[in-house]
């Protein structure tokens, strides 16, 4: 005797948030049934393996049918196939409006049927230890098949390792060719959260560009730096950076600027102006800090280290190795001379004025722009 | 024509990518009704296409109408080749066209296709403006309004009960035809749904104008059914009870009237809305009458029902009236017969002034019924049988109730629950069963010429409905023979089904005999004299007295006459020393005056006013036997043969689990025999209760045939102790105490009654004890089980696996439960599906355990899937068991979830007291709408004043949301999201992708949802939430209007069953996708629920060596729009600040 066919369909759909995230969490259904019984959910319920085994697949079954959905999230808004407990919409609503605090912005959250909204933070959510790994990584089939030696690296199970990088995919298809800010394009077609849309954004960039994250030395470097980088460069290396939003689009950097940067290059092929920059650098550092012999005597290095990422970001090639020219000519030498991060700080703030004050130096514009990127870049990377 | 359908295409939304290249879809739209096409325009290059079409008119008959459904097909526009079907909508227009129902279908519809599943909405308007037609000889029965409701509509009520209809109609199946070989799934597919759905239009308007002719204007219990006869052909059939139905004035005046229309309420305030009844006496006398036309041997055999271990089963030869009765012709049956009596009732009725000239005329028709009619012969002959009654007065009021009932061909009614004082006796189940041989189709090269889209079976099976007609009519006449042999005139709680293996097909019919008053059959007050005699026996007639007021003008006051309400039904009709059966009888427990049976099955509801001890459970028999694979007529005789101990064994599986909970009565008794090739399947539910008026039911003694061997026993006594404590857990379990202790009922809520029963009791126990003493009941009359071979002893066993219901839950197959009132709004309807494979070669016993399990793991299953909302009680559990083929088993169910308060129920002030706190808080929060800091207040300071909080939830906002009262709760977030909506209109620039909840979180007033919906349509509405339940009534809310009937068939099929997740993954897509067109067609309608909600059939059939699957699936209901109670009385303010809001919404968007 053997079970051909069962299925359970309720006028409002049941989903069990546990068994939801069993299944995020990639778990065949079997391990999902042993994952409930060490729960205790059988003692709870006087239930048997069996009807355990009966409920997880149902489950399965609607998560199945729900993904189709998820995909496109803004059908779901009035998607008729789900129906959704109206109580306990009531209480999730309050409970959401409680943690948006009225925000305007999160308003689409709230609107449309929230317990959904949950299911689709939560299929959108990603580890990110996995993500760490395939940041920066072209998003195509090749990276893909390599997901199973990221699934033995990170202890996620592969298949949601396969959910989070098809999310990234799907996001990146659609954000690709939208014109406007990034964040927001995110947020408007996959009804995300402002924090999980910058995510979000951060990851589309860093595949867009390549940028090379995977190399021992940037190791140590976490997701969320990353993603706070790629949130300084969004924000103002960008097109959209500068021209208010009107037409381009936020995943390019902004050619021209980069263009411009070469010029910075005179700052460290004019030799006066090298020795005139590092004179007032000094003469403001002076006493302000233990390691003050170290910074001068390392001076020259840095700043030609620091212009010289400028310098080749026009190249695309270059532009992926920018975090990793950022650790290898300003972190390391810093770090090898003791450097805490308040002198780092102290260091690049009188470094950028100081270009100010140079006589023959007209760059301001561009010079501002690109060091206030890198400093804010550099601090955050700047810890063990 | 009188009538001009109207009917617009605004737009859609989430059309599939149909050109691969673009990733687009250039769609368009067909317009189909009856032979007239119109086309929108290509809307190019869009997934979210505009059409805004202009208005496409349609000049129809009526009759049309009401047959045909409005077809929209959805295509995509092909420049080289031919245009892709998307998908197509029907819409049954029937609700347009009766005056109380809708007035416009207006909202988002599921594009389907039978291949795809749904595939994107399309947003359409619908309407239809009819022209009086007053020709009497016309064809249509437009106005006669449908409902699935087994009770009279919650806010209608009745008028007069005129009774029966019935009709069918056949054609040849499109899948069986020629022309299936050459044509695509696909196109099969949809000839099937269009002629089923032309067939449906068809029927109803055939019973509507039975329904007329009879005087009536509606039709309640309508149920209607398909027989896939395979090659034979297809049949669509019909019953339900014509019913003359007045609505009750709205809102302010039903506020004064809650008795009438609530059904929980009802419950809670008047009990004593009694119908006064007399004796009962469960038997289920169940002949199972086998004749098919080419088997020459019938025979009938009735299986008395209550009896004692040992007993075998009677053969009688039953007086089945062979004579066939000349029915007075209806249409096209007997277009030689008149119609020149039509009655002139209005296309429109609106006054309800104009019905009693139709009135007039039914009586006159039925004059002229009896002349051509047979009936009144026969009825005298029974009628000396009740003479024999004891009591000329019961005699008297029986011939005045007969007289009218036997005008009738067939005293049947659909309805399970009736209006106060309706009921008066219930004799016990009759049912009967037949089992047929389906003809082969005549002349299936006729197939190949005809066009299967119009119904024009005329030209060649012309026989058709005649035979089908001919077999309904044998069985009708059978149950009513039966009826008539327990002393009852009528039958209750009447239906009609069919199993169909192959060629065989078995026809069942069951109801509940019993009598009824004649106050709805008869115009005129009855006989006082008659009445004033009665009087004195009535205890209760200050409840009577206002059950009167409430039914208003034609309630007659005869037959208030008799008993307590309560258990006035249960005393025996029948006469006592001629009892049709072995049976107990002993006095009745509540008033002592009049027989009672020992134990009372029935197929009705439990009538609300009946005095219950403590509460209900489901009880269920199962069984299976193994036949003989056979063709013809050699297998129809196996069957015929296998049918009564099928019956007989159900039947005694049924008494000991009754016995076994200690309970004394079933009600919604549903045996269903599903035949397959190799085995019969029997399963009877029912839900057990103990009736206060019955005598308590004996224990269950068991006794072995051996007593020498000790081992043997020991044995015996192990198994007796495990039944007596069983029994023992059992009676605690559903708080069933021995009568003495009566006061502790929580079933019956009011205490004076309960409080003078007792007294009115004791004082009859000191004076009769003695003289009844040998009537006793105690365990002295103990059930005896002997225990002489293994299939005895399988039943034990069978007896004692069946495993209790979790703490928390409860479970029944009837509307309510007796013992719980205090429902919270939390409803969840579902629809389960099993499918077993069977291993080949297994025995009876086999058999019967695996079924057993079967069900038994289902509910299990079930209950844990609801274990969120404990405590909750399982309501209308629905089983249907088929043999889709040779060794599965397929079981479906369909049922309630309705969670319910622990508590005991608050005092009726306390009630009324927190009802104007929660409707005061419900105004403020209207007025305080536009401001959001106030209004966030406002919600703060309710739940403090709620005496109901219950569990303090984590977050804070709703550990102060009371559990109970979510509605307004959910309301008052609704309307403060709906300002944030207000705001972000303004705030945000920008598309806005989405749209408010607002619409499905409150179930406001339709002016409001329609309103919004109309405005919106553009901008990509919201989905309103439509509650589904199979009861015919919402907890905690109050359905304000009937919208018309939901009658919808789908078929689904698919050649890439992997793909789709395999069996499991294809149903359950398509049962939520069935659920998802039925909301949506609702919402259409303007409503908010359908109550009355059944799945009647769901046909699976799999094929997956060739990863092909078909599915078959037809659901009806009552579309409604309810109320919640709490905010009925603030309606009117809301509906005011409604418009407000709708027209600040507009501008917003």
């Known amino acids: ?384 | 024509m009188p009538g001009k359908l109207k009917a617009k295409i605004v737009a859609g939304r989430h059309l599939p990518v149909m050109d691969r290249a673009s990733d687009l879809t250039d769609a368009f739209v067909e317009v189909k009704f009856g032979n007239t096409t119109f086309k929108t325009d290509v809307y190019p290059k869009s997934l979210n296409p505009q059409w805004n079409s202009e208005w496409f008119k349609f000049e129809v008959d009526d009759e049309d109408l009401q047959d045909e459904p409005l077809q929209i097909t959805v295509l995509d526009h092909d420049t080289y080749s031919a245009n892709d079907a998307i998908g197509k909508v029907y819409i049954d227009i029937d609700p347009l066209l009766c005056s109380e129902a809708a007035t416009v279908i207006s909202g988002w519809l599921p594009i389907y296709d039978t291949i795809h599943g749904i595939r994107g909405e399309i947003n359409v308007l619908v309407k239809v403006d009819l022209f009086n037609d007053l020709n009497r000889f016309r064809q249509s029965s437009c106005g006669v309004k449908f409902f699935c409701t087994t009770s009279i509509p919650r806010c209608y009520r009745a008028v007069m009960v005129h009774g029966f209809v019935e009709e069918l109609v056949v054609n040849e199946d499109p899948e069986y035809q020629w022309i299936d070989r050459i044509r695509t799934p696909r196109a099969s597919n949809e000839a099937r749904q269009r002629l089923i759905f032309l067939m449906s239009g068809e029927l109803q308007r055939k019973i509507g104008l039975k329904v007329l002719e009879m005087g009536g204007n509606a039709v309640v219990g309508y149920l209607q059914c398909f027989d896939l006869e395979g090659e034979s052909g297809l049949v669509v059939r019909a019953i339900g009870t014509a019913c003359t139905l007045e609505k009750i004035s709205t809102f302010p005046a039903t506020a004064t009237h809650p008795n009438n229309s609530s059904p929980s309420k009802d419950m809670k305030d008047s009990p004593q809305a009694a119908p006064s009844t007399l004796g009962c006496r469960s038997t289920h006398s169940s002949p199972v009458h086998s004749a098919s036309s080419r088997l020459s041997q019938g025979f009938s055999v009735s299986v008395p029902t209550l009896l004692f271990a040992g007993m075998k089963p009677r053969h009688r030869s039953s007086e089945v009236p062979r004579a066939r009765q000349c029915r007075p012709g209806f249409g096209e049956e007997a277009p030689g017969v008149p119609l020149s009596s039509g009655p002139p009732t209005p296309l429109r009725a609106q006054t309800f002034s104009s019905f009693s000239p139709s009135k007039s005329y039914s009586r006159q028709s039925s004059s002229s019924d009896t002349e051509l009619s047979l009936t009144p012969k026969t009825g005298m002959g029974s009628g000396g049988s009740a003479g024999k009654e004891a009591g000329p007065l019961k005699a008297l009021l029986r011939q005045q109730t007969q007289s009218a009932l036997e005008q009738r061909e067939y005293p049947f009614f659909t309805l399970t629950a009736f209006p106060p004082g309706f009921l008066l006796h219930v004799g016990g189940v009759v049912s009967a069963r037949s089992v047929k041989l389906l003809d082969r189709i005549h002349n299936p090269a006729l197939g190949n010429t005809r066009s299967y889209k119009l119904l024009d079976w005329n030209s060649f099976t012309a026989d058709e409905p005649e035979t089908r007609d001919a077999w309904w009519e044998e069985i009708r006449q059978e149950i009513k023979s039966h009826a008539k042999a327990l002393g009852c005139h009528a039958v209750v709680g009447y239906s009609e089904s069919t199993s169909i293996c192959e060629e065989v097909c078995i026809l069942s019919a069951s109801g509940t005999a019993a009598v009824l008053s004649s106050r709805f059959m008869q115009d005129g007050p009855l006989d006082t004299e008659h009445r004033l005699s009665r009087q004195p026996l009535c205890v209760f007639s200050t409840g009577s007295e206002r059950v009167e007021g409430d039914m208003g003008s034609s309630a007659s006051l005869g037959f208030e006459e008799v008993v307590s309400p309560g258990c006035g039904f249960c005393h025996i009709p029948y006469d006592e020393l001629n009892i049709p059966f072995p049976a107990q009888l002993t006095y009745c427990y509540c008033c002592r005056r009049y027989k009672v049976p020992d134990v009372l099955f029935t197929t009705i509801d439990l009538p609300t006013e009946a005095n219950v001890t403590g509460k209900g459970c489901l009880i269920q028999a199962r069984l299976c036997r193994t036949k003989k694979k056979a063709q013809g007529e050699g297998n129809a005789t196996a069957i015929s043969s296998l049918l009564p101990f099928l019956e007989y064994e159900l039947h005694t599986q049924l008494m000991n689990k009754l016995k076994l909970r200690g309970m004394n009565a079933l009600f919604g008794l549903r045996i269903q025999i599903s035949v397959g090739e190799t085995m019969l399947l029997g399963l009877a539910s029912a839900t057990g209760v103990y009736l206060t008026a019955l005598p308590s039911p004996g224990g269950i003694q068991i006794a072995g045939k051996t007593p020498s061997d000790i081992t043997y026993e020991q044995h015996i006594s192990t198994m007796q102790k495990k039944i007596n404590d069983t029994i023992d857990k059992n009676k605690e379990l559903y708080e069933i105490n021995p009568p003495e202790v009566v006061e502790e009922i929580i079933g019956s809520p009011i205490p004076e009654p309960r409080q003078r029963s007792r007294l009115f009791r004791s004082h009859s126990e000191s004076s009769d004890e003695v003289s009844e003493l040998d009537l006793s009941h105690g365990k002295k009359d103990a059930f005896v089980l002997e225990i002489d071979d293994t299939d005895a002893v399988e039943d034990i066993h069978a007896l004692l696996t069946d495993s209790p219901t979790p703490a928390g839950f409860y479970s029944c197959n009837t509307e309510i439960m007796p013992g719980i009132q205090n429902w919270t709004s939390a409803i969840q309807m579902f629809t389960s599906v099993r499918v077993f494979r069977l291993n080949a070669n297994l025995t009876n016993q086999g058999l019967n355990k695996i079924f057993s399990d079967l069900c038994e793991n289902l509910l299990k299953s079930l209950y844990f899937k609801l274990r969120s909302m404990v405590p909750c009680c399982l309501c209308h559990l629905n089983f249907t068991v088929a043999i889709p083929e040779d060794e599965l088993i397929q079981v479906a169910v369909t049922a309630v979830a309705m969670s319910f308060d622990k508590e005991q129920p608050l005092e009726n002030g306390k009630q009324s007291g927190e009802k104007t706190l929660i409707k005061a808080i419900t105004e403020n929060d209207e007025q305080l709408q536009f401001n959001l800091e106030l209004n966030a207040e406002t919600s703060s300071h309710n739940p403090l004043s709620s005496p109901k909080g219950l569990s303090e939830v984590g977050s804070h906002l709703s550990a102060r949301a009371p559990s109970v009262d979510y509605s307004s709760f959910a309301d008052r977030c609704s309307s403060w999201i709906e300002q944030l909506k207000l705001k972000a209109h303004t705030i945000r620039r920008g598309s806005v992708k989405t749209t408010s909840s607002l619409e499905k979180a409150s179930p406001l007033p339709e002016g409001r949802s329609r309103s919004l919906r109309s405005n919106r349509s553009y901008s990509g509405s919201s989905v309103a939430v439509v509650k589904m339940t199979p009861l015919s009534f919402i907890p905690g809310a109050k359905i304000i209007k009937y919208l018309g009937i939901i009658n919808m068939f789908f078929i689904r099929e698919t050649s890439s069953l992997r793909e789709e997740g395999g069996v499991s993954g294809f149903l359950h897509t398509f049962i939520a996708e069935v659920f998802a067109m039925v909301r949506a067609h609702v919402a259409a309608l303007g409503g908010n629920a359908v109550v009355s909600y059944s799945m009647k059939e769901c046909v699976f059939m799999e094929n997956p060596n060739k990863n092909q699957a078909q599915c078959l699936i037809n659901v009806s209901g009552d579309a409604v729009i309810f109320v919640r109670e709490s905010e009925l009385e603030s309606t009117s303010v809301q509906t005011q600040s409604a418009t407000t809001h709708t027209s600040n919404g507009g501008e917003g968007t």
């Open chain 1, 1 to 384: 005797m053997s079970v051909e066919l069962d299925v359970f369909v309720g006028n409002t759909t049941i989903m069990d948030k546990e068994v939801y995230q069993l299944w995020l969490n990639g778990y065949t259904v079997n391990d999902a049934v042993k994952v409930r019984i060490e729960g205790g959910v059988m003692e709870e319920c006087e239930a048997s393996a069996e009807v355990l085994l009966s409920d997880t697949m149902d489950q399965y079954r609607t998560f199945q049918m729900c993904e189709r959905l998820l995909h496109h999230p803004a059908k779901l808004a009035n998607q008729l196939l789900f129906q959704i407990p109206p109580d306990r919409q009531a209480m999730l609503i309050e409970r959401y409006a409680l943690a948006c605090q009225f925000n305007s912005l999160d308003l689409v959250i709230i609107q449309f049927q929230t317990f959904i909204c949950i299911s689709l933070f939560r299929y959108y959510a990603f580890d990110d230890s996995f993500v760490r790994e395939v940041l920066g990584k072209k998003l195509s089939k090749g990276t893909k098949k390599d997901l199973d030696d990221v699934s033995i690296k990170t202890g996620i199970t592969l298949k949601s390792c396969r959910r989070q990088f098809d999310n990234f995919k799907r996001v990146f298809k659609v954000v690709e060719e939208l014109k406007g800010p990034l964040v927001e394009n995110i947020r408007q077609h996959f009804l995300l959260p402002d924090q999980l849309a910058r995510d979000y954004a951060a990851i589309v960039f860093f595949a867009n560009h390549r940028f090379e994250t995977g190399k021992k030395k940037l190791q140590y470097l976490t997701f969320q730096d990353f993603a706070f980088c790629a949130g300084q460069l969004i924000n103002n290396w960008t097109v959209g950076a500068v021209d208010n939003m009107m037409e381009d689009m936020d995943v390019d950097l902004d050619k021209e600027f980069l263009q411009d940067l070469k010029d910075l290059k005179i700052l460290i092929t004019d030799k006066d102006l090298l020795d005139q920059h590092k004179n007032l650098v000094c003469t403001a550092l002076r006493g302000k800090t233990n390691v003050f012999n170290e910074m001068e005597a390392n001076f020259k290095n840095l700043s030609r280290g620091l212009v010289n990422i400028a310098a080749k970001l026009i190249n695309a090639k270059d532009v992926r190795d920018f975090f990793i020219d950022l650790v290898e000519k300003f972190i390391e030498p810093c770090r090898s001379d003791k450097l805490t991060s308040i002198d780092v700080n102290l260091y690049l703030t009188h470094y950028t004025n100081s270009a100010h004050i140079l006589d023959t130096f007209k760059h301001h514009a561009v010079w501002t722009r690109y060091m206030g990127v890198i400093k804010s870049c550099i601090l955050r990377m700047y810890h063990d």
